[in-house]
């Protein structure tokens, strides 16, 4: 018995060790087409239509694809537009020859299709504007991390599932810098360490980025956390707080690009960055905005 187990784990051992052919076509993907769209009722519609680069390509080796057909349809009813291909380093980029602009609570369906690949459809609800109701200081003696607070306060839509960022614009003109607020809330922020630019500690970096899960139609009141450079008074800054409703497929795309990019293992379980394009890659997503100054 024990030279029959013998002669077996040298037999499962030597079947271990024999070498693997890989037929070459396993590893030959056809490209695909990825397109990227983030519409806004505050612009016209521009499109960003590229080719899918083997694993084997640098990360900025990016394939244009300026041959592209490009049809759109609003709420079911195709929406004639003229499309019009950038060329030289804009290659890629296709924008709308007229003013048509997306608007607030309509569905569009995308679809682009060029020579060699196989055509891809998208579709995105433009989400409504919503107006903050209130925002006011509560804090204003910055913390050991080098923070101040604020609240924002804004109604959500019953009835429907709504989806927000709340971003920070410092300062005004060239000198403007745009920045993730962050909250200490746990009920809105996707945790994510990072390094903070303002203090150069490691913080926890907690963007205000969620749904209106367990909130259906209540008056949202979210305390804002907000850096300053430490040798800067508030009074010599002009802050200004964005509050974006996002569409559902911004926030999906948003939020696994931030846990892929943020994943720190080799050896972990890969996160999957979402898209929207069926048949391609990419993502339709659309918002709307609005902002109020906070006042020193």
């Known amino acids: 018995m024990k030279n029959i187990l013998i002669i077996l784990f040298i037999f499962l051992l030597s079947m271990g060790c024999r070498e693997q052919i890989i037929d070459g076509d396993i590893l030959h993907v056809s490209p695909k087409l990825v397109v990227n769209v983030l519409s806004t009722p505050d612009s016209t519609w521009r499109i960003s239509i590229t080719s899918s680069q083997s694993v084997l390509k640098k990360p900025d080796d990016i394939s244009a694809v300026d041959n592209a057909t490009v049809s759109l349809e609003q709420s079911n009813e195709r929406t004639e537009l003229s499309w019009r291909a950038a060329r030289g380093k804009r290659a890629g980029y296709y924008s709308a020859d007229t003013d048509v602009k997306p608007q607030p609570g309509k569905v569009y369906t995308l679809q682009v299709s060029a020579p060699g690949f196989e055509p891809v ?146 050896f972990g379980q890969a996160v999957l960055v979402y898209s929207n394009v069926d048949k391609g890659l990419g993502i339709f997503g659309a918002y709307t905005q609005t902002s109020q100054r906070l006042t020193p």
């Open 121 to 266: 459809t998208a579709r995105c609800r433009v989400p409504e504007v919503i107006e903050i109701s209130r925002l006011a200081w509560t804090s204003t003696t910055p913390d050991k991390d080098n923070y101040v607070t604020a609240e924002i306060c804004f109604p959500d839509i019953p009835g429907q599932s709504d989806f927000y960022q709340i971003s920070i614009l410092s300062g005004t003109g060239s000198r403007s810098l745009r920045m993730n607020a962050v909250t200490s809330d746990p009920l809105y922020y996707q945790p994510e360490v990072g390094t903070d630019v303002f203090s150069g500690s490691d913080v926890a970096v907690l963007p205000v980025l969620f749904s209106d899960k367990g909130l259906d139609g209540r008056t949202i009141c979210i305390p804002v956390k907000i850096s300053y450079f430490t040798y800067t008074t508030l009074s010599q800054h002009d802050y200004h707080i964005i509050l974006e409703h996002i569409s559902e497929e911004y926030f999906t795309y948003k939020r696994t690009r931030d846990l892929h990019l943020a994943a720190s293992d080799p």
